[in-house]
């Protein structure tokens, strides 16, 4: 059983006997020699952004594309550089990388672990990327990043907030700059605690996939160590989109704070139909009635419109944070396409300049360099504070925002308000964390 | 030969001819060049061409020739895909047992189902196969996580037992699927001048699986069941009456296009071994519905060219973006360059689904026979500036049901 | 037993929405004989019908006002809408507040209007055609019509709220005895379910009390024989497409409150639209209605803790077990006629 690539560059060694029957007179590649998967031969090197185009999240994906496009043209030297110039590592001078022009193919995930693995595949073998970086649900980056590990690229993930993505399914090729959900809750209990006293009885509403069951989890852990109890945790379906009859129910629970562990559209229906109920302006055990939906997004947050006003959560980074490095890149990118970029933007425009800084610094495109060059690499000035890459599952430490739901909004992007920033301490957790056993990063693979 | 008439023997060939060198086919840009993005024959898709081919010939059995419209093919699919990953999890990397045993699987999975649906005809039928293939979607993708590991789907991980083979190579990864020692995923680079053609061995491993499933479909099309399934088609209660008993030629043909799909997802698993939820989704049920119906149902080569169709928009079409077609059109002055930009801009890229649904509409209306009709008609417009008379009696024996 | 009174609510709420789309759909399939796959995706523009007409009445100048600034730190511009400078700020308020009842009158004409070119300038010719061709090319016709709204409205679900006056819930609990809080529904939610009824009954009374209605049912029962008496069946049934089209516009516009309009809404309802119709039976209006409030219900039960700890799950696939046990037991749906679809 020998271990060989899926690439369109590598040279069949075990399956000689199909060769000889076609090879006829030929000109063998000079890339047999290569070392790893897809090494960049020319003056250029190409990246693959996987993001939903078609399907629910298709306005995050556009939004992370823009990123992607910011973050190449600053690379390649155009435009003014934006978090590049504030980045602590300086080796990134706007001449690509390690000199050769950066590309780059793009693809469509349509938020199924099919066709993004479909997609990147196409990628790989097709186009020749050196490194994958995308997606817009934890279900599509744990299922690509399963696939960069055999192809012998790296992965960039993009927007998974699941623990599993560097959990039990983490892996050596994979990298995720965006926080989880055992940050989200750490950074949320101190604060739901202060607003809401430590008496309170939670009901969760919680969509039934793998992503909501370790939010629930997480949150759930968290806030009853503070003191609250948890009163009922009820799965709903992810094809729901009426959530009146899991809603319902929830005055009459004895519960007085609702939890919604919903992403996306599921997010603005329960949300939107949770505020219909008028549960927020009822008592019950003499406190008002509260709602907190733990993972925001601000471009979904605007379907649900004027109810997320009060409502709070947690989220990446927002473009309201006042540190250089925000502020050099919501001008940059505000300036491209007239309005702030997104958590999901922000996340994939790091993760491209943390890779193009990686390889500067391995001075080599060998994912198995990129790797040792990413691991427990500690930066700054990227819009997140002072972070760690951590060697042990490669996972981001970095400060988590607690936002609300703005009440007066300036503009149709001003909806959310930056509550607290919890520093990193707060929300890192020993490697071995029982939320995250299970699974083992294995080696890095070069491919070829 | 191989009990075929020559008609039918000269379209295996062709097919044959087709698939096996469709390396070449598929790659008629050089890489260099700005077309180079239509190029389909890198081994992923090409692997999907054959492989889709085979769930629509499959589902050809039952819907072209019985007429009856299953909405729910893909849940056996799905279950085939389950099966052959638990195998690769539990006993060896070798795709034959995973094959076999998703073939078998499906099997038993649409005899039970079909059993059920096939009580019913038309559009209760219909809603029966589908409802089944929902509720087998909406379980894996929740209640049943252990056995489907739900959203991120069934993966091979480094602490699978598997008993015949190592859990994990020697550098630590996960081993790969392979046919007796000929790995998968291994690929042999052909470069002449410009042009790049890869050989993969598990597109031929699919690609042979393919035309053996294409044969044993001519077979069935012409043998007295196939006639029996069409007599289903055009008369049922004549046929009751006739004192036959429908009953079991169509829950043959059913369990027979079951299997079909579940070899197909067998060997979707193994050429890249996971099994997401989604391929049970009715609109993969959907899908193979319109592959067939767009490549013209119930002739033998149309859900091929329809799969096909289907795979190269999702794959191909949906990673034109804007900074392609400004290579593309950048011999225009600049101008003129992003008017035309702006105007191809919403049928591509993201835009892939809304050329999809023109090209359904368009195919439906306008060839109603689908591109099987399409193709006939470009033949005849050829023939008939040769001989007219030949023409009319060549399409005439063709049957386009 | 409150919560029992809470899921029948919640079952007469999804009810509506299923009745009204299946209505409409039956409405196609019983007179024009037709598998409209992009029924769902009619419902989905009525709803942006409704997004469309909040939008217009928020068409906006900008004033320039250097006292703010916007995200970069340029001045910010500030918007004044139309409407309000024409009405003044209250009634120009109130009008937009009122977008989404106003969209009613507005989503007919348009709706009636989509309906016609559809049945005349596509659907006309599918009638002869095999159903597999009708499902492929209206399905077709669904994607495009998604995408387009697609392309201009973005992906993500766009807020359209009720008028003020709708918003929070009203306490049925104290109407009946229980303490307060114990039985609360939406009032939008109960205008919906209002809603629906009337037109579900205004469809009955159309088709069972006047002329043009007598002959549509006559015309669905047997098409041919009332060809022959000489009268233009195909005029009406081209009519009563558009009035199908219009009852699934309408139920669009007034579901837009309740979940954001977003452009794949439509494929979300088709399939479970179809297991009504067919639940009710193919081509039975009054089965159409009925299964709608029946599964509407059921699934509302199947969603109570209680149930779920029984059977885990069982929220996720009650529609489609009860269609099939339906389907089992009787042959032909609620009330279905024979040989009706089944070739």
Same mark, same amino acid.
């Given at each position: 059983m020998s271990n060989s690539n899926l690439t369109r560059r590598g040279l069949m060694k075990t399956s000689a006997l199909a060769g000889a029957g076609l090879a006829l007179p030929t000109i063998f590649t000079a890339s047999s020699a290569s070392a790893f998967t897809n090494e960049p031969t020319g003056g250029t090197v190409t990246l693959g952004f996987n993001v939903p185009q078609s399907g629910p999240y298709a306005d995050e994906g556009a939004d992370e594309l823009r990123a992607y496009q910011l973050a190449v043209e600053h690379l390649n030297g155009g435009g003014d550089g934006g978090m590049m110039n504030t980045f602590s590592s300086k080796v990134l001078q706007g001449g690509g990388i390690l000199g050769k022009k950066v590309e780059f193919v793009t693809g469509d995930t349509q938020t199924k672990s099919d066709a993004a +693995?479909?997609?990147?595949?196409?990628?790989?073998?097709?186009?020749?990327?050196?490194?994958?970086? !995308?997606?817009?649900?934890? !279900?599509?980056?744990?299922?690509?990043? !399963?696939?960069?590990q055999e192809a012998g690229v790296i992965f960039m993930a993009g927007l998974t907030h699941s623990n599993d993505t560097t959990g039990k399914d983490k892996k050596a090729n994979g990298f995720r700059h965006f926080f989880n959900a055992y940050m989200s809750a750490a950074a949320l209990a101190p604060v739901l605690q202060k607003l809401y006293g430590s008496e309170r009885k939670a009901y969760h509403l919680t969509a039934d996939y793998t992503w909501g069951w370790t939010q629930e989890e997480s949150i759930a852990a968290a806030t009853e160590a503070m003191g609250w109890e948890t009163v009922n945790k009820v799965r709903t379906p992810l094809a729901a989109t009426d959530f009146s009859s899991y809603i319902a129910p929830v005055l009459n629970s004895g519960a007085d704070v609702l939890v919604l562990n919903h992403y996306g559209g599921n997010m603005v229906n329960s949300l939107t139909n949770a505020v219909q109920f008028g549960l927020r302006e009822k008592q019950v055990n003499g406190k008002n009635f509260e709602i907190v939906v733990p993972?925001?997004? +601000?471009?979904?947050a605007r379907g649900a419109g004027e109810n997320v006003k009060g409502i709070h959560g947690s989220t990446n980074w927002h473009w309201s944070l006042q540190d250089d490095a925000s502020k050099a890149f919501v001008k940059s990118f505000g300036e491209k396409y007239g309005f702030p970029p997104s958590q999901a933007a922000h996340t994939v425009y790091c993760q491209t300049l943390l890779y193009a800084d990686a390889v500067m610094r391995a001075g080599s495109f060998n994912p198995c360099a990129v790797v040792e060059a990413l691991e427990g690499f500690e930066f700054d000035g990227l819009g997140n504070g002072k972070t760690l890459y951590r060697a042990d599952d490669h996972q981001c430490f970095k400060d988590v925002l607690v936002v609300r739901g703005k009440e007066n909004p300036t503009s149709e992007f001003d909806l959310l308000e930056v509550v607290e920033v919890t520093p990193a301490a707060q929300v890192t957790y020993p490697a071995d964390h029982p939320m995250f056993a299970g699974g083992a990063l294995g080696n890095c693979n070069p491919g070829a | 030969m191989l009990g075929l008439n020559k008609k039918d023997l000269s379209l295996l060939l062709i097919v044959a001819f087709l698939a096996l060198c469709a390396p070449f086919i598929l790659n008629?840009?050089?890489? *260099?060049?700005?077309?180079?993005?239509?190029?389909?024959?890198?081994? *992923?898709?090409?692997?999907?061409f054959v492989i889709f081919g085979i769930f629509a010939i499959g589902f050809n059995i039952l819907f072209g020739l019985t007429g009856y419209l299953s909405f729910g093919h893909a849940a056996f699919l799905g279950v085939g895909s389950y099966s052959a990953v638990w195998m690769f999890k539990l006993l060896s990397m070798n795709v034959v047992p995973a094959i076999v045993l998703s073939v078998i699987v499906a099997g038993l999975f649409s005899v039970v189902i079909g059993f059920v649906s096939l009580r019913r005809s038309g559009i209760y039928f219909s809603i029966l196969t589908l409802a089944f293939a929902q509720m087998s979607f909406n379980l894996a993708y929740s209640v049943l996580t252990p056995i489907t590991n739900g959203e991120t789907g069934l993966q091979l991980t480094l602490d699978d037992p598997r008993i015949l083979g190592a859990s994990r190579t020697e550098s630590g990864g996960i081993p790969v699927t392979n046919f007796f020692g000929l790995d998968m995923r291994d690929t042999y680079e052909m470069v002449v001048g410009p042009w790049a053609f890869q050989f993969n061995n598990g597109y031929y491993l699919c690609a042979i699986l393919m035309l053996i499933s294409f044969y044993l479909a001519i077979r069935i099309f012409r043998s007295p069941f196939g006639m029996m399934l069409r007599a289903i088609k055009s008369n049922n209660t004549r046929m009751t009456y006739t004192g036959l008993n429908a009953r079991p030629y169509t829950l043959a043909a059913f369990v027979i296009s079951g299997m079909y799909a579940g070899l197909a997802g067998g060997l979707l698993a193994s050429m890249d071994p996971l099994a997401g939820a989604e391929r049970m989704q009715w609109t993969a049920s959907g899908e193979v519905v319109l592959m067939t119906i767009l490549g013209g149902a119930g002739t033998l080569i149309g859900p091929v060219l329809g799969a096909g169709f289907i795979k190269y928009f999702e794959n191909i079409f949906s990673k034109i973006n804007d900074g392609v077609l400004h290579t593309w059109f950048g011999f225009m002055p600049d101008g003129l360059e992003d008017l035309v930009?702006?105007?191809?801009?919403?049928?591509?890229?993201k835009g892939w689904h809304l050329t999809l649904g023109l090209v359904f509409m368009l195919v439906v209306i306008f060839l109603p026979g689908g591109l099987v009709e399409g193709g006939q008609r470009i033949g005849r417009l050829f023939r008939r500036k040769k001989s007219g008379d030949e023409a009319k009696k060549s399409t005439q024996s063709t049957p386009a049901e | 037993m409150d919560a029992i009174i809470l899921q029948i609510l919640n079952g007469l709420d999804k009810g509506s929405a299923y009745a009204l789309i299946a209505l409409g759909l039956t409405l196609i399939f019983g007179t024009l004989g037709v598998v409209n796959f992009a029924h769902g995706a009619l419902f989905m523009i009525g709803a942006f019908c409704a997004v469309t007409l909040q939008r217009i009445l928020n068409i906006s100048f900008e004033t320039i006002d250097p006292t703010r600034t916007d995200f970069l730190g340029n001045p910010m511009k500030v918007k004044t809408t139309y409407v309000e400078t024409w009405f003044g700020p209250e009634v120009g308020a109130s009008i937009i507040d009122w977008a989404v009842p106003l969209a009613i009158l507005f989503s007919i004409p348009i709706m009636i209007g989509i309906g016609f070119i559809m049945e005349r300038g596509l659907i006309k010719h599918f009638y002869k055609r095999p159903h597999a061709d009708q499902i492929l090319v209206t399905f077709g016709l669904a994607i495009v019509l998604q995408e387009?709204?697609?392309?201009?409205?973005?992906?993500?679900?766009?807020?359209?709220?009720?008028?003020?006056?709708?918003?929070?819930?009203f306490d049925f609990g104290m109407l009946l005895g229980f303490e307060a809080n114990a039985i609360i529904y939406p009032y939008w939610r109960l205008v919906y379910f209002a809603f629906a009824a009337v037109i579900i009954g205004a469809v009955f009374s159309f088709l069972q009390f006047t002329t043009f209605g007598m002959v549509v049912r006559a015309g669905m029962a047997d098409r041919e024989t009332v060809g022959l008496l000489g009268i233009n069946i195909d005029k009406r049934f081209t009519i009563m497409f558009g009035i199908a089209a219009a009852v699934a516009g309408l139920a669009g516009v007034m579901y837009a409150p309740i979940n954001s309009p977003n452009y794949h809404m439509g494929m979300d309802f088709l399939v479970l639209s179809f297991v009504v119709v067919v639940v009710g039976g193919m081509g039975s209006l009054p089965g159409a209605v009925l299964a709608g409030f029946l599964l509407g219900i059921l699934e509302s039960f199947?969603?109570?803790?209680?149930?779920?700890s029984i059977i885990p799950g069982i929220d996720q696939i009650i529609i489609y077990l009860v269609a099939i046990i339906i389907l089992l037991t009787r042959p032909r749906g609620l009330m279905g006629r024979k040989g009706v679809m089944e070739d």
């Open positions: +693995r479909a997609s990147a595949k196409s990628m790989i073998e097709k186009d020749g990327a050196i490194m994958i970086t !995308g997606g817009s649900s934890s !279900g599509v980056a744990v299922a690509v990043q !399963g696939l960069c993972l925001y997004s +601000r471009l979904m | 008629p840009f050089p890489s *260099d060049s700005s077309l180079a993005q239509f190029n389909a024959g890198y081994p *992923d898709l090409m692997q999907r930009v702006t105007l191809v801009h919403p049928f591509v890229g | 387009v709204i697609k392309f201009f409205y973005g992906a993500n679900p766009i807020p359209t709220g009720a008028p003020d006056v709708f918003k929070g819930s199947a969603s109570m803790n209680e149930i779920k």
